[in-house]
C-alpha cells in the first residue's frame, strides 16, 4: 500500500502526521507546511544553500593569487564575508 503525502509529513514538534497542510512557499521557493495542533509552520525538504565546493576552491585560489576579499567578493559575485569564512575555516 502506497502512502499518501500527508501521511509521510510529520511535524518536528509535536510528532503528529494527520493535521498537516500546505501553507504556500517559502523565499527560496520550497513548499511550507502548517501543523494544525501546534501551529508550527516547518519546511519538510528544505533546500541547501550553499556554495558548491568548486565555486569555494576557485574564490580561494583568487585570494592567495593575490586579489582581495572584497575583489573576490565582487569577481564572483558574492558577498566578500563567505571568502573570509572559507579562508578561516581552510586556511
Known amino acids: 500500500m502506497k502512502r499518501t503525502e500527508e501521511e509521510t ?3 518536528p514538534k509535536c510528532g ?3 493535521g498537516q497542510m500546505k501553507n504556500g512557499r517559502n523565499r527560496s521557493g520550497t513548499q511550507t ?3 494544525r ?3 508550527k509552520v516547518y519546511t519538510p525538504e528544505p533546500k541547501r544553500q550553499a556554495y558548491d565546493e568548486e565555486t569555494q576552491k ?3 585560489k583568487l585570494y592567495y593569487s593575490g586579489v582581495s ?3 573576490v567578493g565582487k569577481i564572483m ?3 566578500k564575508a563567505n571568502v573570509y ?3 578561516k575555516k581552510n586556511g
Do not use: P, S, V, Y
Open 9 to 11: 509529513r510529520r511535524c
Open 16 to 18: 503528529q502526521t494527520e
Open 33 to 35: 507546511i502548517l501543523c
Open 37 to 39: 495542533f501546534c501551529k
Open 58 to 60: 576557485h574564490a580561494m
Open 69 to 71: 576579499g572584497r575583489g
Open 77 to 79: 559575485g558574492m558577498n
Open 85 to 87: 569564512n572559507w579562508i
